[in-house]
């Protein structure tokens, strides 16, 4: 079965960046489409970046310009690289295997005024 980690979180000032990481193990490798979420306290969670097994992307609005999202098939690995933060992107940060329909545990993301 497989279980998605992911990895990168942490407490930064605005402007700074981050660079989020979900890892894939355990059960048959497939390169799913993937995707990041957030949930902020008191929010419902919310998509953030989708990417293809080819490699395209989409972006929420909120984010785009600022944050990109990309993956590493051989790693069974997505990263979501997050430039130029906001304290409006403070949130608990999620993978998510948009075919096997699994998340992750969460990475919490905050950024500091």
């Known amino acids: 079965q497989v279980q998605l980690v992911e990895s990168g979180g942490g407490l930064v000032q605005a402007g700074g960046t981050l660079r989020l990481s979900c890892v894939a193990s355990g059960g048959i490798v497939s390169h799913n489409k993937m995707a990041w979420f957030r949930q902020a306290p008191g929010n419902q969670r919310e998509w953030v970046a989708t990417?293809?097994?080819?490699?395209?992307?989409n972006y929420a609005e909120s984010v785009k310009g600022r944050f990109t999202i990309s993956r590493d098939n051989a790693k069974r690995a997505v990263y979501l690289q997050m430039n130029s933060l906001k304290p409006e992107d403070t949130a608990v940060y999620y993978c998510?295997?948009?075919?096997?329909?699994?998340w992750g545990q969460g990475t919490q993301v905050t950024v500091s005024s």
């Open positions: 990417v293809a097994t080819a490699g395209g992307t």
């Open positions: 998510r295997d948009l075919v096997l329909e699994i």
